[in-house]
């Protein structure tokens, strides 16, 4: 398998991330232990969560996610087998969603606890918090990182300055650096990534590890018609894409999936796989015969016309 280097985190890790917001929600306990075994085996290594998974459900608090994949861990004895991502900053309660050095230390705390492990691999800003200094955030992960507590450090969500800000910060203080961004992007939502992020994280060598890979799901052509809107928990959101634009992208994936004898899925996250800033995408699986599927992506080689044919339909 292709492994990629994060960044210039030192962790190397396999091109899909498996996305752990579904585990303790739309994938109960034991279905997440099928599905992140069936993930190990096949060869993957990369497991990505945030503390707050998944407290947007009723009667959840935050941690369920996390929690799923430290028994998971612990049962099956293969931390050292696993690259490890979670995020803190996201809403846990009053006072419990910004980045300052005192929150962070009590975050990690508790995300430990629940992971069962005494280190986590990379440790990323949920999201941008203006009110605290960059420097603060940074001198923070510096001293989970000199503490062995956290290995390496990403952001998601950052704008362009902010991200270009914290690097340089991290340069001329000595700091740690973000190694890696997690931003939206797929072949759907492309803008916000594409007008500036991109080369950033090209020419500071920051990995990226793409979130909403497959687009809740649109981009693996379930969703074509508001009837079909039921199929499963996201089903709902998925009519801001069932426009012209949308349309042409699946059109697309088809024949490229058809002449590769693969899914529309397969190809949508191959497509991201070969884009030069890209590691690993993440993409989440709720049912084991999924995996086989997202697995076969890594293998997926697009020539330069499929790549040209799908960028031209997703533009705009």
């Known amino acids: 398998m292709d492994m990629r280097e994060l960044g210039r985190s030192g962790l190397t890790v396999a091109p899909w991330c498996f996305g752990g917001n579904v585990f303790g929600w739309t994938a109960d306990e034991a279905t997440s232990f099928r599905l992140l075994d069936g993930f190990v085996d096949a060869g993957f290594n990369f497991i990505d969560t945030a503390d707050v998974y998944s407290r947007w459900v009723e009667g959840h608090q935050g941690g369920e996610s996390e929690a799923v994949i430290g028994k998971w861990m612990a049962s099956r004895g293969n931390r050292d087998r696993i690259v490890l991502a979670t995020k803190v900053g996201m809403d846990m309660g009053p006072g419990k969603d910004n980045l300052s050095k005192a929150y962070i230390v009590e975050a990690v705390e508790a995300s430990l606890k629940r992971l069962q492990t005494d280190h986590i691999d990379l440790y990323q ?33 950052f704008s362009t300055e902010r991200l270009a800000a914290a690097v340089d910060i991290s340069a001329h203080d000595h700091l740690p650096r973000y190694e890696s961004l997690q931003p939206e992007y797929n072949l759907y939502s492309r803008t916000g990534f594409e007008a500036g992020l991109q080369d950033l994280c090209v020419e500071r060598g920051i990995g990226v590890i793409p979130y909403f890979g497959l687009a809740s799901g649109f981009l693996t052509g379930k969703y074509r018609s508001a009837d079909d809107f039921g199929k499963s928990a996201r089903g709902a959101s998925m009519s801001k894409y069932l426009n012209e634009r949308g349309f042409r992208i699946l059109s697309s994936l088809d024949a490229v999936a058809e002449a590769k004898q693969a899914t529309p899925a397969e190809v949508a996250l191959a497509w991201l796989m070969a884009q030069p800033s890209v590691t690993a995408p993440i993409a989440s699986a709720t049912h084991v015969d999924q995996l086989a599927s997202l697995a076969k992506a890594a293998e997926l080689t697009l020539t330069t016309d499929d790549l040209a044919s799908l960028d031209e339909a997703s533009a705009g």
């Open 125 to 157: 800003s949920h999201r941008d918090d203006p009110k605290t200094p960059i420097g603060e955030t940074l001198e923070a992960y510096g001293a989970l990182i000199q503490a062995g507590k956290v290995r390496a450090i990403g952001a998601s969500n």
